[in-house]
């Protein structure tokens, strides 16, 4: 019933924009993004050949995806589908080979593989080379060494020998490397030469490309068997971050399908294994540290997922978002040191909180409800809180379980464990034999996270039901040596106590600076009062039951762990409450805004120079005419010259004319006869802006704007516009269109798979009226408090995307009464009308988007959607954003027609439509992402072996668990319960601050405030890997930069003769100034100087500035106030 009101509502939106087109008002008369329904129809639609879908679904049936790819490269080799040439036949095949292994959604199979050929070695035999664009990297690093994998497949097929390197070719490759890590970009891995050189001479085909950048080699130039002495982005990306740095990957599935030839990538598994670069690699200023790898105190490893959390997406309180200085909100990137290389934060609330030493030197836990009152008193962060990392992303990324600490959940195992043992599962005697109350055992384990015990009946519970101390009354002990422990022990022997109704409800003893320090290691909350430390209530009893209060005289032995020094003072066990800590980092901040082209274009229409530096349609209109490239179509008819499908004269057919651009002919050929050049179907044209917009503004019924923001010129290969009218309501609505004619808004991409209706802002009505008549435990659904499962293409978007999508909602409205003289389709007065609406969602390296439905609103600068819907799109939740757009903006105006021209140009492009979400064809990360109710014990006790997570996935559900069944949709659980998803900060105060200096300063107070983080370490990471190296980079530009005109914005490799820009005679101007490179080095000098680094780095910085004199000729010129004259 779902998926079929998704398909109707989807054709619906379809007949409206039938109906529109076939006006011939746009560059087609039909809607231009196709339905593809499954793999095979996207593979087919994208890049062929004909008839290949009937046989993928065929084979999808019997194998998995990487044997169909092998038999279906076969089959195109082989014949099946009508290829002869095997030139042909193999570039065919390796395009449908990569279309298949990226589920047909990337650009890549299209413009990633610029040709194939087949090519001769110095032997005079034959080899096969593969051409490789920049938008390979689209696919992904394991794809892109699998289409060399593929190649080696075809090379085999059609009996070609190997591809056979000179040393010089060896070196060329080798140099190209270094250059683009230089110049243009690093690459995620660093590979040395020698794996480099070694992996070249293996690869059985050659790997090539056409040039990506003008960046030319120095050495080995001018080869003969490589057509550019620029480098090949393309190429260089496939073996260095493809067959090389995912060696380990492919390997896996080269021995799965036993194919021959590979081994030697063996000898390559090691170097994949390791750390990329770490995410401490690269500081960005501004972006603080939070935790050192693997540092106490820092964040602690929970094992877990809540409903808002998993597709690398992790958890943290929403106090420790405050706590950070507010730099952390939900939907900002945390670079992580595991188990992936990042992920956005979001609220959980029911995890650990931060534990913050005040000013007077009190250790409080921080809530939510206490923050505000001791914010400005936080001195130390002494602990971050948890982290909430989902089971399913230790699976995907293959990472050994991390101990881990001991949690509600872990107790809650035992508990039920021993009560089973003991009771016979009678939970009630079991309250009764511990001296509990009938029914508080099973109201603690109603909701562990909720109801906990105080500390006497967590003691009780321990020691009648030998079950560990419960975690929320555990500290850090495994944090002190038994040396420590014994100083604890000593004092609190010393110490005064108070006993309230048999508890030790007080404790004040001498304030030491060693036993503050021990106190403070296990993050025990207590307070300074004078010369005294004061510990009260349940930690009070807690820590003096722990060190033996009631046990004087026993003796520790030395060799001893403090957990068994605990265990032989108070006959219970503790377990371990902090043993992996994840290092942290921020990458990106979190965002939620609409699209803008830069600068901002109301109308796809070109002006050239006539609009002024606003490129203002209104301006240009006042003159008589302009001169610009435009499409050149013939009206059948009446023979006249138009820009549209429909003749503006007589309104009959028009067909695309093509032009000699030497001598002028129209002709029906590619190449002039005459001329020898190729034709084009545009010419040089000189039309009446006045009139046109005059028109248009008539016709929607507008007055003359002030402002009408076009473009210069149109970049698409027949230099086909849009009409005016589009543009004249876009600039009324105060919209932005994008290169492909929609209407987009951008959004940080954060998983939901549960949801309670008051917290997305929609009533039980309005559910009910989109198929939510139940909550996801199956009761009726009457209450708005009540958790219900998010239907897997129903999506929140941000309450900006959903005002801006009125605005769009009522321009589509306005845009089909006045420009098509069709019915409104929307009617939208409120965001609240957009509930059940269709969206696409689509990622920006990809070709297709995937049908959604609005079902509610966030405060928060997130999508939030279900983790199957952003797979489809071939995203994940480790930082990633996507755009979404209202369904019928992208079905009646995207058009082909606006893409660029050049390579690279349909990216970000909604070519195909995906109406329903296959779950078997979604990534694989998806599928793992653990969907159960509860981890098992056994899983606790596995993470202490370390163990491969893949040897633990049977106990604990996951989604490709269910694939193929009723339940691969539906039934799905958390581990960890979250109150609210909008709760904690919501914006990043980095997006705040005007000045990176303010950045850095923040971003080092707060590395001075937390425990886990060095901040000299701290500065001496942003110097390096950012202001060293960006001053660097600026010295280089200003010595290699252009010249721009101020008039037409034209750059200029050098200096012109003639000093002015010829093309408009204005003033050149330069394109990097002294100031910036230089506006790091005060900053730079003053970390250098505070805390008191190295040598190493003030001399760094020295000959720097002593470049930047020679450069310049000595010192900054002063700048002179007028009062200086006075």
């Known amino acids: 019933r779902y998926t079929d009101s998704l398909e109707n509502s989807l054709e619906s939106i379809y007949a409206v924009a039938r109906e529109a087109r076939k006006k011939g008002l746009d560059p087609a008369l039909v809607p231009e993004p196709e339905v593809a329904k499954d793999l095979a129809e996207l593979v087919e639609g994208l890049v062929g050949p004909r008839g290949v879908a009937e046989s993928i679904r065929d084979l999808a049936e019997k194998m998995p995806r990487e044997e169909l790819t092998f038999k279906i490269t076969e089959q195109i080799?082989?014949?099946?589908?009508?290829?002869?040439?095997?030139?042909?036949?193999?570039?065919?095949?390796?395009?449908?080979?990569?279309?298949?292994?990226?589920?047909?959604?990337?650009?890549?199979?299209?413009?990633?593989?610029?040709?194939?050929?087949?090519?001769?070695?110095?032997?005079?035999?034959?080899?096969?080379?593969?051409?490789?664009?920049?938008?390979?990297?689209?696919?992904?690093?394991?794809?892109?060494?699998?289409?060399?994998?593929?190649?080696?497949?075809?090379?085999?097929?059609?009996?070609?020998?190997?591809?056979?390197?000179?040393?010089?070719?060896?070196?060329?490759?080798?140099?190209?490397?270094?250059?683009?890590?230089?110049?243009?970009?690093?690459?995620?891995?660093?590979?040395?030469?020698?794996?480099?050189?070694?992996?070249?001479?293996?690869?059985?085909?050659?790997?090539?490309?056409?040039?990506?950048?003008?960046?030319?080699?120095?050495?080995?130039?001018?080869?003969?068997?490589?057509?550019?002495?620029?480098?090949?982005?393309?190429?260089?990306?496939?073996?260095?971050?493809?067959?090389?740095?995912?060696?380990?990957?492919?390997?896996?599935?080269?021995?799965?399908?036993?194919?021959?030839?590979?081994?030697?990538l063996g000898s390559l598994k090691e170097f994949s294994k390791k750390q990329k670069a770490g995410f401490m690699a690269d500081v960005i200023?501004?972006?603080?540290?939070?935790?050192?790898?693997?540092?106490?105190?820092?964040?602690?490893?929970?094992?877990?997922?809540?409903?808002?959390?998993?597709?690398?997406?992790?958890?943290?309180?929403?106090?420790?978002?405050?706590?950070?200085?507010?730099?952390?909100?939900?939907?900002?990137?945390?670079?992580?040191?595991?188990?992936?290389?990042?992920?956005?934060?979001?609220?959980?609330?029911?995890?650990?909180?931060?534990?913050?030493?005040?000013?007077?030197?009190?250790?409080?836990?921080?809530?939510l409800q206490n923050y505000n009152s001791i914010e400005k008193r936080i001195e130390k962060i002494l602990f971050l809180g948890d982290i909430l990392i989902g089971f399913g992303d230790f699976l995907y990324t293959n990472k050994a379980l991390r101990p881990s600490g001991y949690t509600e959940e872990w107790w809650r195992e035992e508990l039920l464990l021993a009560v089973d043992q003991k009771f016979a599962g009678d939970i009630k005697k079991a309250s009764r034999i511990a001296g509990l109350s009938n029914s508080l055992l099973e109201i603690i384990l109603t909701n562990v996270f909720k109801n906990k015990p105080n500390?006497?009946?967590?003691?009780?519970?321990?020691?009648?039901?030998?079950?560990?101390?419960?975690?929320?009354?555990?500290?850090?002990?495994?944090?002190?040596?038994?040396?420590?422990?014994?100083?604890?022990?000593?004092?609190?022997?010393?110490?005064?106590?108070?006993?309230?109704?048999?508890?030790?409800?007080?404790?004040?003893?001498?304030?030491?600076?060693?036993?503050?320090?021990?106190?403070?290691?296990?993050?025990?909350?207590?307070?300074?009062?004078?010369?005294?430390?004061?510990?009260?209530?349940?930690?009070?009893?807690?820590?003096?039951?722990?060190?033996?209060?009631?046990?004087?005289?026993?003796?520790?032995?030395?060799?001893?762990?403090?957990?068994?020094?605990?265990?032989?003072?108070?006959?219970?066990?503790?377990?371990?409450?902090?043993?992996?800590?994840?290092?942290?980092?921020?990458?990106?901040?979190?965002?939620?805004?609409h699209r803008e082209m830069k600068p901002l274009v109301h109308a796809l229409f070109p002006i050239g120079l006539a609009g002024g530096s606003r490129r203002n349609l209104v301006e240009a209109s006042k003159k008589i005419s302009i001169e610009v490239d435009l499409v050149r179509r013939r009206c059948l008819k009446c023979n006249s010259t138009n820009i549209r499908l429909k003749c503006s004269q007589c309104g009959s057919d028009t067909i695309l004319e093509r032009v000699c651009p030497q001598c002028s002919r129209s002709l029906n050929s590619g190449d002039c006869p005459s001329c020898k050049t190729s034709t084009r179907s545009y010419a040089r044209q000189e039309v009446n802006v006045r009139d046109l917009l005059s028109l248009a503004c008539k016709k929607v019924h507008l007055p003359m704007p002030n402002l009408l923001k076009a473009v210069k010129g149109m970049t698409n290969e027949t230099k086909t516009p849009e009409m005016l009218e589009k543009g004249l309501l876009r600039a009324k609505h105060n919209l932005s269109v994008f290169k492909d004619g929609t209407i987009r808004f951008d959004a940080t991409n954060a998983p939901l798979s549960h949801f309670i209706p008051e917290e997305i802002g929609v009533s039980v009505e309005q559910l009910k009226e989109n198929d939510y008549v139940q909550d996801y435990q199956g009761t009726p659904l009457t209450q708005s408090d009540q958790i219900c499962e998010l239907k897997v293409q129903d999506v929140v978007v941000p309450r900006k995307c959903a005002d801006y999508f009125v605005r769009v909602a009522n321009f589509l409205d306005e845009l089909l009464i006045k420009v098509y003289g069709l019915p409104s389709y929307y009617n939208i007065k409120t965001a609240s009308d957009l509930i059940g609406h269709l969206v696409i969602g689509l990622a920006p390296h990809t070709s297709v988007g995937i049908v959604g439905r609005i079902i509610g609103f966030t405060p928060l600068n997130v999508c939030y959607a279900h983790p199957m819907w952003h797979s489809a799109k071939r995203r994940d939740c480790d930082g990633d954003e996507d755009a979404v757009m209202l369904a019928l903006d992208t079905i009646l105006n995207f058009s082909k027609v606006f893409l660029p021209s050049q390579i690279g140009g349909i990216m970000d492009a909604p070519i195909l439509i995906i109406p329903v979400v296959n779950p078997l064809e979604v990534q694989r990360q998806a599928h793992e992402v653990d969907i159960a109710g509860k981890y098992p014990l056994l899983f606790y006790e596995k993470t202490l072996q370390q163990a491969d997570p893949r040897q633990t996935s049977t106990i604990i559900d996951t989604i490709e668990n269910r694939l193929n069944t009723s339940a691969q949709f539906e039934g799905f659980k958390f581990t960890v319960p979250v109150s609210n998803v909008n709760m904690g900060n919501r914006e990043s105060i980095y997006k705040k601050f005007g000045k990176m200096t303010d950045k850095l300063y923040s971003q080092l107070a707060l590395a001075e405030k937390i425990a886990a983080v060095d901040a000299d370490v701290v500065a001496s990471k942003v110097l390096t890997t950012h202001f060293v190296r960006d001053i660097a980079g600026n010295l280089r530009a200003f010595t290699t930069q252009k010249f721009r005109c101020k008039g037409c914005n034209k750059k200029f490799r050098r200096m012109p003769l003639i000093g002015k820009c010829p093309a408009c005679n204005s003033d050149l101007i330069l394109t990097v100034y002294r100031g910036g490179i230089e506006k790091y080095l005060p900053a730079a000098t003053q970390l250098v100087k505070k805390y008191e680094l190295l040598e190493y780095y003030a001399q760094r910085l020295t000959m720097v500035e002593e470049e930047i004199l020679t450069l310049f000729e000595g010192k900054k010129p002063r700048q002179w106030s007028l009062t200086a004259f006075s």
């Open 77 to 264: 080799i082989n014949g099946k589908f009508g290829f002869v040439d095997a030139r042909d036949s193999a570039e065919q095949a390796i395009r449908t080979a990569l279309a298949i292994l990226t589920e047909g959604i990337t650009a890549a199979p299209i413009q990633g593989i610029a040709k194939v050929e087949i090519k001769i070695n110095p032997d005079r035999t034959k080899y096969l080379a593969i051409y490789y664009a920049g938008p390979i990297r689209s696919a992904g690093g394991t794809e892109q060494a699998l289409t060399i994998i593929v190649g080696d497949h075809i090379r085999r097929l059609l009996n070609l020998d190997r591809y056979k390197p000179t040393e010089d070719e060896i070196g060329r490759f080798i140099e190209e490397i270094r250059l683009f890590e230089r110049v243009v970009a690093r690459f995620q891995y660093h590979i040395s030469d020698e794996e480099l050189r070694r992996a070249i001479r293996q690869i059985p085909v050659e790997v090539t490309g056409t040039e990506s950048d003008p960046v030319e080699v120095s050495s080995f130039r001018n080869l003969p068997r490589i057509e550019t002495n620029n480098v090949r982005g393309g190429a260089l990306r496939v073996v260095n971050d493809g067959i090389v740095g995912r060696s380990a990957k492919v390997l896996t599935t080269i021995e799965k399908l036993q194919i021959n030839g590979w081994e030697w």
């Open 285 to 367: 200023a501004g972006r603080p540290i939070f935790s050192f790898p693997s540092r106490a105190g820092g964040f602690r490893l929970r094992y877990g997922r809540s409903r808002n959390t998993g597709l690398a997406a992790v958890g943290i309180h929403p106090a420790t978002m405050l706590a950070v200085q507010n730099f952390l909100a939900a939907g900002t990137q945390l670079r992580l040191e595991g188990p992936g290389k990042g992920g956005i934060v979001v609220p959980v609330d029911s995890i650990e909180p931060p534990i913050v030493r005040l000013k007077n030197g009190s250790v409080v836990r921080v809530t």
């Open 455 to 593: 500390a006497k009946e967590a003691i009780a519970i321990s020691s009648v039901l030998n079950v560990p101390l419960h975690p929320f009354h555990n500290f850090f002990w495994e944090h002190l040596s038994i040396e420590e422990f014994l100083d604890l022990r000593n004092w609190l022997l010393t110490s005064e106590t108070k006993i309230v109704n048999n508890l030790i409800n007080e404790i004040v003893g001498v304030n030491g600076k060693e036993i503050k320090c021990l106190l403070e290691k296990i993050c025990i909350p207590h307070e300074v009062i004078l010369n005294t430390l004061k510990i009260v209530k349940d930690p009070a009893h807690i820590f003096a039951f722990c060190l033996g209060l009631n046990v004087p005289n026993t003796q520790i032995a030395s060799s001893k762990t403090v957990l068994e020094a605990i265990e032989q003072l108070t006959g219970i066990t503790v377990r371990a409450k902090g043993i992996s800590f994840v290092g942290a980092r921020m990458g990106r901040p979190e965002k939620a805004k």
